[in-house]
């Protein structure tokens, strides 16, 4: 069961504009929200997390949203470098605690 | 402080084998979590080990089975491999059973053919 959803495979953005990630979630148990970046050959690296409480956090060029009722977060990097050119994960966990993922959304920034 | 430590890093067996994969956290977490990557599929939650007792299962059959050592090192084994089990498993370790601070390993990739 797909509880975790991210429904574009890919995205495609220019230098320097912005890129918006999004995640579709159904479990109303989930409440602490999570994106990681991931390279080739690589583990997932945490990039910044939420929580339920909040609608908003910012770090640096990169800032989640999170809407509880439609149960939808997003993550905005603005504005957009080639080294952010990655796969992004978006998880989210409950209170019973094992983190849930997408399957992934690979971010190109174009120089 | 040294990372998630997952060896093999690479791993070929064929159909009908078993194999196991070793997961040593970072120092003093003890929380192991194992995923696997497949394309498409994303990160699917294996399960989670905390103190040596399973504490989380996700929706595997029966084929994959974990344990953790008392030194916090985990294990996932998987028998009678099937070509469908070809993906990368990663590791994810964490301090305790909070929201925070997981931090995964580089993955084994294991290819059955």
């Known amino acids: 069961d797909q509880q975790v959803k991210q429904n574009s495979p890919s995205l495609s953005v220019q230098e320097g504009r912005i890129s918006i990630l999004n995640c579709d979630y159904t479990n109303s148990m989930f409440d602490y929200f999570l994106w990681y970046k991931k390279y080739p050959a690589e583990g997932p690296t945490f990039l910044i997390s939420i929580s339920s409480i909040k609608d908003k956090n910012e770090d640096g060029r990169f800032t989640v949203f999170l809407n509880k009722s439609a149960k939808h977060l997003s993550l905005h990097i603005v504005p957009s470098q080639p080294g952010d050119s990655a796969v992004y994960f978006c998880?989210?966990?409950?209170?019973?605690?094992?983190?849930?993922f997408g399957a992934g959304t690979r971010l190109t920034v174009k120089p | 402080k040294a990372g998630v430590t997952q060896t093999p890093r690479y791993l070929i067996k064929t159909r009908g084998q078993q194999v196991t994969l070793s997961c040593s956290p970072i120092?003093?977490?003890?929380?192991v979590s194992w995923y696997q990557q497949t394309p498409g599929q994303g990160l699917q939650f294996l399960f989670e080990?905390?103190?040596?007792?399973?504490?989380n299962k996700g929706n595997f059959p029966g084929r994959f089975s974990g344990r953790q050592f008392s030194n916090s090192r985990s294990e996932m084994n998987v028998s009678t491999l099937e070509l469908g089990d070809s993906a990368l498993y990663l590791c994810?370790?964490?301090?305790?059973?909070?929201?925070?601070?997981?931090?995964f390993g580089s993955g084994t990739r294991l290819t059955v053919v």
């Open positions: 994810a370790s964490r301090p305790g059973t909070g929201y925070y601070g997981y931090t």
């Open positions: 998880a989210a966990l409950s209170d019973n605690n094992d983190m849930r």
């Open positions: 080990y905390f103190s040596e007792t399973q504490r």
């Open positions: 120092s003093g977490h003890r929380s």
